[in-house]
């Protein structure tokens, strides 16, 4: 699966990051893995694939270029930072950003027993054009269904002599295989979409983490193999060694 995540707005690399911040708290046994899946799946339905080679590089970007801005001193070997300091940092550096997109407006924070922290909910938000007109009351509509069943909202009216002539701007509404405009999920439906995804979500990590072990296991005993193959070839190159010294001796004594 190649890159399929295109940077071309300020906001998706917004929500990119903190579904990636959201990921490295969960790693860190951090409560809120509930909240932590339901980003990661409204994340996943607006980009569709995510690279996590991608992200984890642009993670560490961002994390590097905050702790020298703030002249925190990094911590680990060969000057790489912690898990849990990485964690902390990007959360730092989500949470200023989003104050200022949002100019210093503080954001409502709605949490239940398992939600993560203050200092680190994460707020995903998606911007307008990315919401369905299924999702705006129908008084916002001021005009006429044409026979596709796209809403023609009138924009102008022009008066040509005895004639009037409406200019209309048809708003597009995401559309089923035959052309008849989708119905809108029940919160029931959604939530056992969410479910059933969470459910492929920590199928996949765990199939993941069998396959990762079992090749570590591989190469362990591939190593071990080489191992034993290097001290048995030494102890016969010891042999001929050996076997060449008592010649020349013999050869010596003969003489």
């Known amino acids: 699966m190649g890159a399929r995540v295109r940077f071309n707005a300020e906001c998706d690399l917004l929500l990119l990051e903190q579904a990636v911040a959201c990921r490295v708290y969960q790693q860190q046994g951090g409560r809120g893995w509930k909240a932590v899946a339901s980003n990661l799946y409204n994340l996943h339905e607006k980009f569709q694939y995510i690279t996590p080679r991608c992200a984890r590089e642009r993670t560490q970007l961002l994390v590097a270029k905050y702790a020298t801005?703030?002249?925190?001193?990094?911590?680990?070997?060969?000057?790489?930072?912690?898990?849990?300091?990485?964690?902390?940092?990007?959360?730092?550096?989500?949470?200023?950003?989003?104050?200022?997109?949002?100019?210093?407006?503080?954001?409502?924070?709605?949490?239940?027993?398992?939600?993560?922290?203050?200092?680190?909910?994460?707020?995903?938000?998606?911007?307008?054009?990315?919401?369905?007109?299924?999702?705006?009351?129908?008084?916002?509509?001021?005009?006429?269904?044409?026979?596709?069943?796209?809403?023609?909202?009138?924009?102008?009216?022009?008066?040509?002599?005895?004639?009037?002539?409406?200019v209309y701007r048809a708003d597009s509404v995401p559309r089923s295989p035959r052309g008849r405009k989708r119905k809108a999920a029940s919160p029931r439906r959604v939530t056992e979409d969410k479910e059933h995804y969470l459910l492929q979500l920590v199928s996949s990590?765990?199939?993941?983490?069998?396959?990762?072990?079992?090749?570590?296991?591989?190469?362990?005993?591939?190593r071990r193999r080489e191992f034993e193959l290097r001290a048995q070839r030494l102890q016969m190159e010891m042999a001929e060694r050996t076997a060449m010294v008592d010649l020349i001796k013999a050869l010596v004594d003969k003489i």
């Open 205 to 222: 990590l765990e199939e993941t983490s069998r396959k990762h072990t079992r090749l570590l296991e591989e190469e362990l005993d591939l």
């Open 69 to 166: 801005e703030t002249g925190q001193t990094p911590s680990g070997s060969n000057g790489e930072l912690e898990k849990s300091e990485k964690a902390i940092l990007l959360n730092q550096l989500l949470h200023s950003r989003q104050k200022g997109r949002q100019g210093g407006a503080e954001a409502e924070a709605n949490h239940t027993s398992e939600d993560l922290p203050d200092s680190l909910q994460p707020k995903i938000e998606f911007p307008e054009s990315t919401q369905s007109i299924d999702s705006f009351p129908d008084s916002a509509n001021n005009g006429q269904m044409n026979e596709s069943g796209d809403y023609d909202i009138a924009a102008a009216v022009i008066t040509n002599g005895n004639e009037d002539i409406h």
